[in-house]
Nanobody
Framework: QVQLVESGGGLVQAGESLRLSCAAS????????MGWFRQTPGKQRELLAS???????NYIESVKGRFTISRDNVKNMLYLQMSSLNPEDTAVYYC???????????????WGQGTQVTVSS
């Protein structure tokens, strides 16, 4: 079974930067499109950025120019570099994989457990 584990969250001040990491484990042959989501209490989980297997990325407008998504297909890692953070970025951040090709077949819609990011003003 493929597992995703996020790390790198924490408490920062407005204007500072933070880098989130997501480590994928399991009998992975290939991870297809992946993304970072975030969620605040009472709101739906929101897709922030996505990246396909070839490294093409997309962002929502509110994080363009501030956040950068990247991946290391050899290490099965996903990253989110966040800069110019503001209190509105406070949320639990989740890593997601659309599909994983494993030694035994496919797994779909894989989520990490989330990491808290808190930005103080």
């Amino acid at each position: 079974q493929v597992q995703l584990v996020e790390s790198g969250g924490g408490l920062v001040q407005a204007g500072e930067s933070l880098r989130l990491s997501c480590a994928a484990s399991g009998t992975i042959v290939k991870l297809e499109a992946m993304g970072w989501f975030r969620q605040t209490p009472g709101k739906q989980r929101e897709l922030l950025a996505s990246i396909d297997g070839d490294g093409r990325s997309n962002y929502i407008e509110s994080v363009k120019g501030r956040f950068t998504i990247s991946r290391d297909n050899v290490k099965n890692m996903l990253y989110l570099q966040m800069s110019s953070l503001n209190p509105e970025d406070t949320a639990v951040y989740y890593c997601h994989a659309d599909r994983a090709v494993t030694r035994w077949g496919f797994e779909h819609d894989i989520w990490g457990q989330g990491t808290q990011v808190t930005v103080s003003s």
